[in-house]
């Protein structure tokens, strides 16, 4: 692995400038703090009447006709599939995000998501039981084009991926943008999408931090879930070229390969945080045993 031109990718992405940057990531990290887990689980006995149960499974229901003081739409994840329900977490924020349906029939995300980059932040909640409920609650924007939206959790296990029911409300073509150029874009795209993007196809203009989301988008392909014969041939293409993403493709294709995938779910700037962090350590522990030697020599010398 060349560590040094995968940290450059990762801090040398296609940049905006600091004040929009400043401006997104304010956009997404208050909608993260607004559409938080209000309290632990409860048991359906305090279900709201008005909001009905699945008979069975898990069910996503958006309260739209009763908004908080705040304005905010309650949204009540219930749990009757006979076993608990356990969901990914980033500082309480269970990845809830509001969707519009386009006219291409397709359903995109309204909400940008920013990720931390501390390892910390990233827990399961308490499982939610059988039997109960978890109170969440949405955030809608105040004005823009009235288009049908729904509300989508973005989980990891597929049953979890559960979408709201849907209603006419105002859509932010800001926020819809910002969406559209996050490293969520990139971490849910299938095949033929990230593909696209690994080519230089589809150019991404990530508002929200310095990922480079083509350099992840060609560390994506690494993963198992994608066919390797197919990763390998976009791979190829794009090693072909002169550019830096040449030699980080020929490193992802080498790994596949060789067998050597990182697992589903590894982080990308994680494992290369990982690497920085051992070489800092490597270089103390040098210095350590340098000053001890000097230390030693001019000891002799006395």
């Known amino acids: 692995m060349r560590i040094w031109l995968w940290l450059l990718v990762i801090f040398a992405g296609p940049a905006c400038g600091q004040t929009e940057r400043d401006d997104a990531r304010l956009l997404a990290a208050r909608l993260q703090s607004l559409q938080t887990v209000r309290g632990g689980s409860k048991p ?58 386009d006219s291409d029939g397709t359903w995109r995300r309204a909400q940008p998501h920013l990720y931390s980059w501390c390892g910390n932040s990233y827990h399961p909640l308490p499982p939610v039981p059988d039997g109960h409920f978890l109170m969440l609650e949405g955030s ?65 203009r990530n508002a929200l931090d310095d990922l ?52 589903a779910g590894g982080d990308f700037k994680g494992a290369a945080q990982r690497s920085w962090v051992f070489a800092m350590l490597y270089g103390i522990l040098l210095l350590a045993l340098g000053y001890a030697l000097v230390g030693q020599v001019v000891r002799l010398r006395r």
């Open 44 to 101: 359906l006995a305090e279900l709201p009447s008005h909001i009905p149960p699945p008979k069975e499974g898990l069910a996503l229901t958006a309260d739209f006709e009763h908004p908080t003081k705040a304005g905010l739409i309650p949204i009540f994840l219930i749990n009757r599939s006979g076993h608990r329900a356990v969901l990914d977490s980033q500082d309480g924020d269970i990845f809830l995000k509001l969707e519009y349906h």
């Open 140 to 204: 809608l924007p105040k004005e823009g084009p009235m288009e049908t939206v729904r509300f989508r959790l973005y989980q990891s296990e597929a049953s979890l991926q559960l979408a709201s029911n849907t209603v006419m409300a105002h859509v932010s073509a800001e926020l819809v943008r910002i969406a559209a150029n996050d490293r969520m874009r990139v971490t849910e795209a299938g095949f033929d999408e990230l593909a696209a993007i690994a080519l230089g196809k589809i150019v991404l």
């Open 212 to 263: 480079d989301l083509r350099g992840f988008a060609i560390w994506r392909l690494g993963q198992p879930r994608f066919g390797a014969a197919e990763s390998l041939e976009v791979l190829r293409t794009v090693a072909a070229g002169s550019d830096r993403y040449s030699i980080m493709a020929q490193d992802t294709a080498t790994r596949i390969e060789s067998r050597q995938v990182i697992p």
